[in-house]
C-alpha cells in the first residue's frame, strides 16, 4: 500500500501543523486508553470543520487507504488504535455545541465535543445529559457514538444508543446521509440506532443530535458493606425484586476498595464488600422510596450503612468508586479491564468462577461492577516487567469472557470490541451471523477503510507490547470505567 | 407459520414475501394484491419462551400477542413501559416492532426501541440470524434489534424477540387541563416537561371547545396525591393558564390511557396515521391541517408524536381534499414523515414495485444510501418489499 499520493492530496487541504507525518508527531497517537496496542500511522490530519472531514474521507476511498477517526482516545478496547500505513482522523477540533434548544430538550453536537461539556451547557436550562461514563470529563460525543458507551446510571436510562436521536454522517466513502432527525419518535428502521455502537465502521458521525433530560431533582445514596461478594449479591436480588428502579446499583470486591482508599481516600469502610445504591428523582418521591429501601437493605445484615446526607458525601462515595480502576495501577504495575456481562441472577456463580480462575492462575483480580445490569468489570492485575506475565493475564482475561458467554452474557457492556475482543465475538455469535455482520460492513464499506481490524476479526493482528498505563491516566486525569 | 423452517422455507421459495401478524395494522399488512407477493401469517408463531422476572428480560416468538404479555409480566408487577399500542386490536410483539410503534409511556423511559434487546430474524436468503442478547446490557456486535425496529417486514421477517422490562409503578396519577387554545398549553407543555417531575407520559389533543392535555405520573401510593399537587402547581404556574385542571386516580385514570392506547378514540371507519414531530412544529402541523376536514387527532409523547385519524382510500364521502394522497402532500410540504396503519394506503410508486401498489409511506421519502447499503446485504434477491 502505498500513501504517498493519499499524503500528498492531503497536503492541499492541510496546513503542517494539521498534517501530522514525523514520528515524533505520530507517537501520541500510537495507542488509546489500551496501551497493550500500539501502532503508528501514516498520517494524522486534525480537520477543521466537517467539510474537511468528509474530503478527508472521500480521499482516502479514492487511494484505498484504510483510516480511523479518533476523539480523546480513551478507548479501553483498542477502538481507536491506528491502522499501519493508514491515516487519523482526529476530531478533537470538531468541539462546537451547534445548538441548545431546550424546548426541544436536545443538543445538535460536533463529534469532538466532551461529554461532559454537554451537560454542562445544558445545566442552565435545567438540564442534562444522561450518559456518564467514568472518563467523561475527556471523552467526546463522537466516540461514545461509535462505542455506545455506558456508565454506572445505565439501569435506568440506557447507554448512549437510548440518548442519540439523529445524525449526520459520512459514510466510508464520503457520501454523506442524515439518519432520524430531532423527534423521538420516526418513521422506518431505527438507522441512528444501528450507527451507534458500529464501532466507526459504518464511517464518521459529523454532527449528532442528543436527547436531554431534566436534572433530578435530588439524590439519595447508600453505600453498605458486607461480610461477603455473596451477601452484597443478594442484597441486589432484594433491591431488584422490591420494583425499585435505583439509577445505579454498585459493587466493588475487598481489593476493589483497598485500592479506592490508597487512590481517592475515599473513606470507605474496610469490608469483604461494599454495595453503593442510588436513587434520584422528585424529592417527595425519592424519599419515600429511600425509606423503602432502606428497609430492604437492612433486612440483608449489612456490617455497616452509610448514607450520603449532603452532595459533598455523595460526590465522595462516587469518587472513590471511579477512581477504584486507576487506584488498582497503585496495587500493581500494571492492569487489564474486562467489560464481560452476565445475567444479574448469575453474578454470584460468576464471582466464583472468577475468583478460582483467579487462583489457579496465581494472578489478583479486583472486581468493581455495575451490578443492577450484571456488567461485570474484573481487573487483572500483572507486572509487565515479568517475562510472559502480560500473555498469563490475556489468557486469564479470555477465560473470563468465554465464562461470560456460557452464562448466558455478553463479552462486552461498554466498552466495544474494539482490537481487544475481537477474537470472542465468534464465540458469542455463530458463523451465519458473523457472515451478516461482514455483509452489512462490505456493503456499507466496500473496501473495508473504516476503522479496519476493529470488531470484526480481520485485517493485519497487531503485536501486544507492554507500555504500562495511558500517561494521563498515571497523572490521574482519566479514569477507567 | 407455525415454525421458523417453515418461513425459511416459504423465503427461499417465493419471489417476494410480506408478512402479517394480528392483523392490527391492515395497511401495512393487508395490501397488495400482487400475484408474485406470498403473504406469510405468524400470528401462529406464538408463545413465550423464556421470562425472567429478576433479569428484567423475556423472550417469546414474533406472533405472540402483545396483550397476553401484559398479563403475563403484571402478574409479576413489571410492564413494557412503552406503552405498546394497538394491545387490544390484537396487536403482536413482532409487528408492533416491525411497525416501530410505542405509545404514550414511551415518555418516560424510552420507546419499543430501547426495550427490544434481541431478536432472530430470517433474512432474504432464508438464513436464520441472531442479534442483540438476551442481557440487559450489551455493546457487542452490531446492533440489529434496533435496525428492525421501523424495518416493517423490509429487511427480514422476525421470529424471535427479547425485551427488557421495567417493574410497574405501584400507582399513576393523571392531571388534565384545558386550554383556550393552542399556543396556551403548548406553554404550560414546556413548562412542565422541563420541570423536575417524573412524568410517565404527556399527551394533548383538541377538545369540543380549546385544548386538553393530559399529564401522568406514577410511584408510590404515599407520596402520590403530594406529588400530583406539585404538578398542579407547574401547570397554574405559566403564562398560558389552564381554565380548569381535573385530578384522575385509579380506574377511571387507567381507562384514559387505555383509550389512547387503543386508539379508542378514532372515529370507525377513519384511517389511522402516524407523524413523528416535535412540539415546536406543532403549531405550523395545526394551521396545515385546519383547512381540510381531517378532525381526529391526538398528539403524544410530549408533542414528539401525531395520531391522525384521516379517511382512507375506500372512504366513500370523503372530502375532494382528503385522500391519503393529498395527506401525502401535506406532510411533504411540512417536512415530515408518516405511515399509514390502518385503512387503505393511497397507491403509489414505491421503488422496485409497481405504481399501482398501496404504499403505507407519507412524506418525505425513507431513502438512505446507508438503508440502501444495509437492505442490499440482508436481501441480494429483493425478496422483502422494498422502500
Known amino acids: 500500500m502505498n500513501v504517498h499520493p493519499l499524503i500528498d492530496a492531503l497536503s492541499r487541504i492541510y496546513d503542517s501543523d494539521r498534517l501530522l507525518t514525523r514520528p515524533a508527531q505520530l507517537m501520541a497517537y500510537e495507542s488509546d486508553a489500551l496501551t497493550v496496542f500500539q501502532q503508528r500511522p501514516a498520517a494524522v490530519v486534525i480537520p477543521q470543520d466537517r467539510a474537511e472531514v468528509i474530503e478527508t474521507v472521500q480521499l482516502c476511498h479514492e487511494h484505498s487507504v484504510p483510516f480511523v477517526a479518533r476523539g480523546s482516545g480513551t478507548s479501553l478496547s483498542g477502538g481507536s488504535l491506528p491502522i499501519a500505513e493508514g491515516i487519523v482522523i482526529a476530531l478533537n477540533r470538531l468541539d462546537r455545541i451547534l445548538r441548545l434548544d431546550a424546548e426541544e430538550r436536545i443538543a445538535v453536537v460536533e463529534p469532538g465535543v466532551i461529554n461532559l461539556k454537554v451537560s454542562e451547557a445544558a445545566k442552565p436550562y435545567g438540564l442534562y445529559y444522561a450518559p456518564d461514563p467514568s472518563s467523561q470529563s475527556i471523552c467526546t460525543i463522537g466516540g461514545n457514538v461509535a462505542f455506545n458507551s455506558g456508565g454506572a446510571h445505565c439501569l435506568k436510562y440506557g447507554m448512549t444508543s437510548n440518548h442519540v436521536l439523529g ?315 | 407459520m407455525n415454525s421458523v423452517a417453515e418461513i425459511q422455507g416459504a423465503v427461499r421459495a417465493a419471489k417476494r414475501v410480506r408478512v402479517r401478524g394480528g392483523g392490527s395494522k391492515p395497511a401495512l399488512s393487508l395490501p397488495n394484491c400482487q400475484d408474485d407477493v406470498q403473504t406469510l401469517d405468524l400470528s401462529t408463531l406464538k408463545g413465550v419462551i423464556d421470562y425472567q422476572p429478576d433479569e428484567y428480560t423475556f423472550t417469546a416468538r414474533a406472533g405472540t400477542r402483545v396483550a397476553d404479555i401484559a398479563a403475563l409480566l403484571v402478574e409479576e408487577g413489571q410492564y413494557l413501559p412503552f406503552d405498546p399500542p394497538l394491545a387490544e386490536r390484537g396487536a403482536t410483539l413482532g409487528g408492533t416492532v416491525a411497525a416501530g410503534l410505542s405509545g404514550a409511556g414511551r415518555y418516560r423511559y424510552g420507546g419499543i426501541r430501547d426495550f427490544l434487546i434481541g431478536i432472530r430474524f430470517v433474512d432474504g436468503r432464508g438464513q436464520e440470524i441472531r442479534g442483540g442478547g438476551t442481557v440487559v446490557k450489551n455493546a457487542a456486535g452490531f446492533d440489529f434489534p434496533k435496525l428492525f425496529v421501523g424495518s416493517l417486514g423490509r429487511l427480514g421477517i422476525l421470529t424471535e424477540l427479547t425485551f427488557k422490562v421495567f417493574p410497574q409503578p405501584a400507582a399513576f396519577a393523571t392531571v388534565a387541563a384545558e386550554f383556550e387554545g393552542l399556543s396556551d398549553l403548548l406553554d404550560a407543555l414546556d413548562a412542565v416537561t422541563r420541570s423536575a417531575i417524573d412524568l410517565h407520559a404527556v399527551d394533548f389533543a383538541p377538545a369540543e371547545e380549546g385544548w386538553t392535555l393530559w399529564v401522568r405520573i406514577g410511584g408510590l401510593p404515599t407520596v402520590l396525591q403530594e406529588r400530583a399537587q406539585a404538578l398542579q402547581s407547574v401547570l397554574s404556574a405559566g403564562v398560558g393558564r389552564p381554565g380548569r385542571l381535573s385530578l384522575h386516580r385509579e380506574q377511571e385514570e387507567e381507562s384514559l390511557w387505555k383509550t389512547a392506547r387503543s386508539m379508542r378514540w378514532l372515529a370507525e371507519g377513519l384511517g389511522l396515521v402516524r407523524v413523528p414531530l416535535t412540539p415546536q412544529r406543532v403549531p405550523a402541523v395545526e394551521e396545515t391541517l385546519s383547512g381540510s376536514n381531517a378532525a381526529a387527532r391526538r398528539y403524544s409523547v410530549g408533542g414528539n408524536l401525531l395520531w391522525l385519524g384521516w379517511p382512507d382510500e375506500s372512504a366513500p364521502e370523503r372530502g375532494e381534499q382528503d385522500t391519503p394522497q393529498d395527506l401525502h402532500t401535506l406532510l411533504l410540504d411540512l417536512d415530515l414523515q408518516g405511515i399509514q396503519l390502518i385503512g387503505r394506503a393511497r397507491r403509489g410508486k414505491t421503488q422496485g414495485n409497481g405504481a399501482g401498489e398501496e404504499n403505507p409511506l407519507l412524506g418525505r421519502p425513507l431513502q438512505n444510501a446507508f438503508l440502501r447499503r444495509i437492505a442490499v446485504a440482508l436481501d441480494p434477491e429483493r425478496k422483502f418489499e422494498s422502500w
Open chain 1, 167 to 481: 445524525m449526520t454522517v459520512a459514510l466510508p466513502d464520503g457520501e454523506v446521509v442524515e439518519l432520524g432527525g430531532e423527534s423521538l419518535e420516526g418513521v422506518g428502521p431505527d438507522l441512528p440506532g444501528f450507527f451507534v455502537g458500529s464501532e466507526g465502521l459504518f464511517g464518521v458521525a459529523l454532527e449528532i443530535t442528543l436527547r436531554l433530560l431534566p436534572i433530578p431533582q435530588t439524590y439519595r445514596t447508600v453505600l453498605a458493606a458486607y461480610d461477603s461478594l455473596h451477601a452484597a449479591g443478594d442484597a441486589v436480588t432484594a433491591v431488584v425484586a422490591s420494583g425499585l428502579l435505583p439509577g445505579a446499583i454498585e459493587i466493588m470486591d475487598a481489593l476493589a476498595i483497598k485500592a479506592a482508599e490508597v487512590g481517592a481516600k475515599a473513606g470507605y469502610p474496610t469490608a469483604p464488600a461494599l454495595l453503593i445504591v442510588e436513587l434520584e428523582g422528585e424529592e417527595s418521591a425519592v424519599e419515600a422510596e429511600f425509606a423503602q429501601l432502606m428497609q430492604l437493605i437492612e433486612e440483608t445484615a449489612p456490617v455497616e450503612v452509610r448514607m450520603a446526607q449532603t452532595a459533598d458525601e455523595r460526590a465522595r462515595i462516587w469518587k472513590g468508586r471511579k477512581a477504584a480502576f486507576s487506584a488498582v495501577g497503585r496495587l500493581a504495575p500494571d492492569y487489564i479491564v474486562q467489560d464481560g456481562v452476565v445475567p444479574r441472577s448469575r453474578l454470584g456463580d460468576a464471582l466464583a468462577e472468577i475468583d478460582r480462575l483467579s487462583a489457579s492462575y496465581g494472578i489478583e483480580v479486583a472486581n468493581v461492577f455495575h451490578a443492577g445490569d450484571g456488567n461485570l468489570h474484573p481487573l487483572i492485575l500483572f507486572d509487565g516487567r515479568e517475562e510472559g506475565a502480560l500473555e498469563r493475564a490475556e489468557e486469564l482475561a479470555g477465560e473470563i469472557l468465554e465464562l461470560c458467554v456460557e452464562l448466558g452474557g455478553s463479552i462486552t457492556g461498554e466498552h466495544g470490541v474494539g482490537m481487544e475482543k475481537r477474537a470472542f465475538l465468534p464465540k458469542m455469535y455463530g458463523p451465519l451471523e458473523m457472515q451478516a455482520m461482514e455483509d452489512v460492513r462490505r456493503s456499507v464499506d466496500s473496501r473495508s477503510l473504516a476503522n479496519r481490524g476493529k470488531m470484526l476479526p480481520a485485517g493485519e493482528a497487531e503485536s501486544l507490547t507492554h507500555v504500562g498505563p495511558h500517561p494521563l491516566e498515571k497523572a490521574g486525569v482519566i479514569f477507567r470505567e
